[in-house]
C-alpha cells in the first residue's frame, strides 16, 4: 500500500531520546500546484511545510502554528500553517521585486509562532544561515528559543517522477543518562542523515522506516503517529464574517455596485460567491 502523509514518533526505551518523524510529501506537492510555484522557491516551501508539521507535533500537538520565512521587501515572504485537525497550508506572498527568492542568495528570517495553553502567542525568530539550510534555521530556533537540544533534517525533492518531503526531529530529553556521551553517540549516528532526501526516496518517505533507520539497534518503544494532509479553514461562513464587519457605508456601497462578489481564498485557491441579497442581510438589524 502506498504511504500517505502522517506524523510517527517514538521514544528510546532509556529514556534518552524522543524523534518525530514526518511524511509530507502529499501535503506540500498540493501547497506547491495551489500557489503555482516551481524551482527553488517550490522547494523552499516544501522545506517549510514539514518545518510547520515537525513544530507543532514536537511543541503544540493540541495548538495551531505558523512558520514563516521572511525574506527582504523586495522578495516578499513564504507561510506555512498547520493544525492541530492535521491540515497544512501554504501561501506565498510576493515583494516588490521581479525576480523569485532564493534562500541561498537572499538574507531571510524564520519566524516560527504557537499558541500557549494560556492563549498568548508565542513566537521566535532566527536568521536563516547564507547556506539557505532550512534545518539549520529550525535547529537554531529550537536551541536559542525553547531552549531544546535538537538534531533536524528537512529534505524534498519537488520535480520529477518521484516527488518526497519530510523530516525529524531527534530531542535529547532531561531524563537522559550521561547526557553529553549519549548526544555525542547520536550526532555521529545522525552524520549519515543530514541529506535526507535519498533516504526519503528510498521508503517513499515512510517516517516509521525513518525512525526504525535512526534508532537502528537501540530498543525503542512507538508512541504515537497521526495524518497529515494539505487543507484549509477558509469557508462561506468565514467569507460572510469577514464582510460583516466592514463599515455599512461599505457595504452599501457594494450593494449599489448591483454585482455579486466572487473572493477567492490565497491559500487554497477556493472561491466564494456572495450575492447582493446576502450583502443586503448584512445591512438587515441584528
Request: hydrophobic residues 40%; negative net charge.
Amino acid at each position: 500500500m502506498p504511504e500517505t502523509d502522517s506524523v510517527v514518533r517514538a521514544m528510546t526505551n532509556d529514556g534518552a531520546f524522543r524523534i518525530v518523524a514526518a511524511r509530507t510529501t502529499d501535503t506540500g506537492q498540493a501547497v506547491i500546484a495551489a500557489q503555482k510555484l516551481s524551482g527553488v522557491l517550490a522547494h523552499n516551501m516544501a522545506d517549510l511545510v514539514t518545518t510547520a508539521v515537525l513544530y507543532r507535533e514536537t511543541m503544540a500537538p493540541s495548538q495551531r502554528v505558523q512558520c514563516i520565512i521572511r525574506f527582504d521587501e523586495e522578495a516578499g515572504q513564504l507561510v506555512a500553517d498547520s493544525h492541530p485537525e492535521g491540515w497544512t497550508r501554504g501561501l506565498f506572498q510576493p515583494g516588490s521585486g521581479d525576480a523569485p527568492p532564493d534562500l541561498r542568495q537572499t538574507r531571510a528570517t524564520l519566524q516560527m509562532m504557537r499558541t500557549l495553553p494560556n492563549t498568548d502567542l508565542h513566537r521566535g525568530v532566527v536568521e536563516v544561515p547564507n547556506s539557505g539550510n532550512l534545518s539549520e534555521a529550525f535547529m537554531r530556533y529550537m536551541q536559542l528559543s525553547e531552549q531544546i537540544v535538537s538534531m533536524i533534517s528537512l529534505g524534498s525533492v519537488v520535480e520529477g517522477e518521484n516527488p518526497t518531503a519530510g523530516g525529524f526531529v531527534v530531542q535529547l530529553l532531561p531524563e537522559a543518562k550521561e547526557a553529553e556521551a549519549a548526544m555525542e553517540t547520536m550526532t555521529r549516528r545522525l552524520e549519515d542523515f543530514v541529506e535526507v532526501r535519498d533516504r526519503l526516496q528510498e521508503s517513499d518517505g515512510s517516517p516509521s522506516r525513518l525512525i526504525e533507520q535512526i534508532f537502528e539497534g537501540m530498543p525503542f518503544t512507538w508512541l504515537q503517529s497521526s495524518d497529515v494532509r494539505f487543507g484549509c479553514q477558509c469557508s462561506q461562513v468565514r467569507v460572510m464574517t469577514t464582510l460583516s464587519i466592514l463599515d455599512r457605508s461599505d457595504i452599501r456601497e457594494l450593494v449599489d455596485e448591483g454585482e455579486a462578489l466572487s473572493i477567492g481564498c490565497d491559500y487554497c485557491g477556493a472561491s466564494y460567491n456572495v450575492e447582493i441579497a446576502q450583502l443586503q442581510g448584512l445591512l438587515s438589524p441584528s
